[in-house]
């Protein structure tokens, strides 16, 4: 078994000492503590960030992702364990429900400017 200090971590998975402390206090992570209290990660560790930076990427919050963890894979694979489908699915629909709130707010922006522009004479670029 082998253990990394964080900086080394840091290094493996291209993540910041700050987002692995982040991580620790939400509890993604859970390092041990050397006596002078350096943090120290065993050898899941770099998987488990790169399995919680991918769940980030997904639109997951930490809470989410703190729930969905336990049911991957080493591959970022999220295994069918009760809740977390129902909780994926969820999440999912609270994406959509921004992303056309998003496009709405869009849309009423370009005909601002749209607007804007054919008042002032100024024309609209390509």
């Known amino acids: 078994m082998w253990t990394v200090l964080i900086g080394l971590l840091a290094k493996r998975t291209g993540t910041s000492e700050r987002l692995l402390r982040h991580d620790e206090?939400?509890?993604?992570?859970?390092?041990?503590?050397?006596?002078n209290g350096y943090r120290t990660y065993d050898e899941g560790a770099e998987e488990a960030v790169q399995r919680i930076r991918a769940l980030l990427a997904a639109g997951l919050p930490t809470r989410g992702i703190r729930q969905?963890?336990?049911?991957?894979t080493a591959e970022a694979t999220v295994l069918p364990c009760p809740g977390i489908l129902d909780a994926l699915r969820t999440r999912l629909r609270t994406l959509d429900r921004r992303?056309?709130?998003?496009?709405?707010?869009?849309?009423?922006?370009?005909?601002?400017?749209t607007t804007a522009e054919a008042a002032s004479g100024v024309p609209t670029p390509p």
């Open 25 to 35: 206090r939400a509890g993604l992570l859970r390092p041990e503590r050397l006596p």
């Open 68 to 72: 969905v963890l336990p049911c991957t």
């Open 99 to 113: 992303s056309a709130e998003i496009a709405t707010a869009r849309k009423i922006l370009q005909r601002t400017i």
